[in-house]
């Protein structure tokens, strides 16, 4: 089983999905959470010290979304395996949708390639929106003091989540909420699916 959290940068994905698979493995549920990042903090650091400005500047318009949907395309990759050959739910912070949201709200080309490669990924038995407001996004990113996100391209990304013809199947939860509050409600959510599992 996969469960996918979805969002806008600073939403809590992967701090609520480090949690779930947590309490699922304490409720007696082997559970896994399996990270799905594009390395994007590798690309610009990396960038910074050869004197570019971020990975896109280093990598260049067409190459870096190349190599960033490759990264992800790979770790999806592993969580399949993972969850198939240990039986464990893979708990994801992201799912093949973000690297669509993600690449249309920045302009680039080959979304439609992407999809096409992405294509062989079975859809997640359960997806859950966070849904957190640009602003609170922003100063949650940039709190954490790892990269930095403009209000624009955030709620650019939120409405590219809105606008995908699947997002009326998501579980959409209050991000704004409390750590506490949007926790419980993932697990109401886990609850629907793999039974009485998380306390």
Same mark, same amino acid.
């Given at each position: 089983m996969i469960i996918a959290l979805l969002g806008v940068d600073g939403s +809590?994905?992967?701090?609520?999905a480090k949690a779930?698979?947590?309490r699922l493995s304490a409720a007696g549920v082997p559970a896994s959470y399996l990270e799905n990042a594009g390395g994007r903090p590798v690309w610009n650091a990396l960038a910074r010290r050869l004197g570019r400005r971020d990975g896109v500047d280093l990598f260049g318009r067409r190459l870096y979304p190349a190599l960033e949907a490759t990264v992800r395309w790979l770790a999806l990759a592993r969580a399949v395996?993972?969850?198939?050959v240990t039986g464990r739910v893979g708990v994801m912070d992201r799912w093949t949708w973000c690297q669509y949201v993600i690449m249309r709200a920045r302009g680039d080309r +080959?979304?439609?390639?992407?999809?096409a490669a992405y294509a062989p990924f079975p859809r997640p038995d359960l997806v859950c929106f966070l849904a957190v407001s640009p602003t609170r996004a922003e100063r949650r990113v940039r709190d954490r003091g790892i990269d930095?996100?403009?209000?624009a391209?955030?709620?650019?990304?939120d409405a590219g989540y809105r606008a995908l013809p699947e997002f009326a199947d998501f579980v959409v939860l209050d991000g704004d909420a409390d750590r506490a509050a949007v926790a419980a409600g993932l697990d109401r959510a886990v609850r629907r699916v793999i039974g009485g599992t998380t306390r």
């Open positions: +809590g994905k992967s701090t609520q779930l698979a947590g395996l993972v969850t198939r +080959g979304v439609r390639l992407v999809r930095t996100e403009e209000l391209h955030l709620t650019a990304l």
